[in-house]
């Protein structure tokens, strides 16, 4: 019987894995690598796409803020139009003065005696009574009488009526009165008459061919 002859060469490790052999370990590392890479990419894509969109809204808040400015400024021009116009009327109510003359039907005896033809305007209204409120006096030329109105250019005469000391004050340049009284017709020597030269006034007493008669119990000074 022949012994076996003994292997020439080392033997192997029992259980040894040959270089070479299973790879199953580099392939689990490179899939992992792998996933982390693309982990990566996609965190990079997501804080570019955040910042994309972080941009969208400052330009909405930046294009809001641009309109909400105008709409503003829109609004002050009107406030401030609307505060101009307010002080214009008030501007023009303060030229204009205060207080009015009206007829039983309304009409404004101011507005007759500013027309081309006062005489024929307040004619029309002679024997009708009148009430002035708040009515300025603009100048008082006589013992008996007095220009009232908003200028020199309208303006009407009032002739005071009844005994000597009736009037319950003097009449004074200046003063804002009231009172009741009636459109009265007069020729060219009225002006005259009641004490009325060129520099007071008496040619356009006497174009105006009209004044008012009020009794001096029926004027008293507005409060």
Not at 163 to 185: H, I, L, N, R
Not at 191 to 204: L, N
Request: proline fraction near 4%.
């Amino acid at each position: 019987m022949t012994a076996a002859r003994p292997s020439s060469g080392p033997a192997a490790p029992h259980g040894a894995t040959p270089v070479g052999g299973d790879n199953r370990g580099g392939g689990r590392k490179r899939a992992l690598l792998l996933g982390a890479l693309l982990l990566a990419i996609l965190i990079v894509a997501a804080l570019l796409l955040s910042q994309c969109g972080s941009d969208d809204p400052d330009e909405s808040g930046a294009s809001g803020s641009g309109t909400t400015s105008t709409s503003s400024s829109g609004r002050s021009s009107a406030s401030s139009s609307s505060a101009g116009a307010t002080a214009g009327s008030s501007g023009a109510a303060a030229a204009a003065g205060s207080g009015q003359i009206v007829t039983a039907d309304g009409r404004s005896v101011l507005d007759l005696v500013a027309q081309a033809d006062p005489a024929a305007a307040l004619g029309a209204l002679a024997g009708q009574p009148v009430t002035g409120t708040g009515v300025r006096v603009l100048s008082v030329p006589a013992d008996e009488g007095f220009w009232v109105g908003t200028s020199d250019q309208q303006r009407v005469w009032v002739q005071l009526t009844g005994e000597v000391g009736e009037s319950p004050y003097q009449v004074t340049e200046g003063d804002t009165v009231d009172f009741e009284g009636t459109v009265v017709a007069h020729d060219a020597a009225f002006a005259a008459g009641v004490g009325v030269d060129d520099a007071e006034g008496a040619g356009q007493l006497t174009s105006q061919g009209s004044h008012l008669e009020v009794a001096k119990s029926a004027v008293a000074l507005s409060r």
